[in-house]
């Protein structure tokens, strides 16, 4: 999975996540088209382990895959149903408050 952290000005983070075959790909439903850029979701590769610590850290988060979102219904971040589809691709945004 490609793992990328976003820190903003005010110390806020985002942690995005995408399964390694989704990265530079565009996914589409109706009118709605995402291209899951290197440049949100990262050019390094990460093990599960180290998505699992961002993850379980992550005040926000954006999800794109099985393998990301399993992750994050394994931590208890979103439920079963927690995440919807955009094509065939499962994609889950979390955000805590």
Known sequence: MYLKIHRTPAGDEVVAVCDRELLNVRISQGDLEIHISEAFYG???ATPDEVRIALSRAENANLMGERSVALAIELGLIGK???LRIGSVPHAQI???
């Open 95 to 97: 955000i805590r408050i």
């Open 43 to 45: 050019g390094e590769l």
């Open 81 to 83: 149903d927690g995440y």
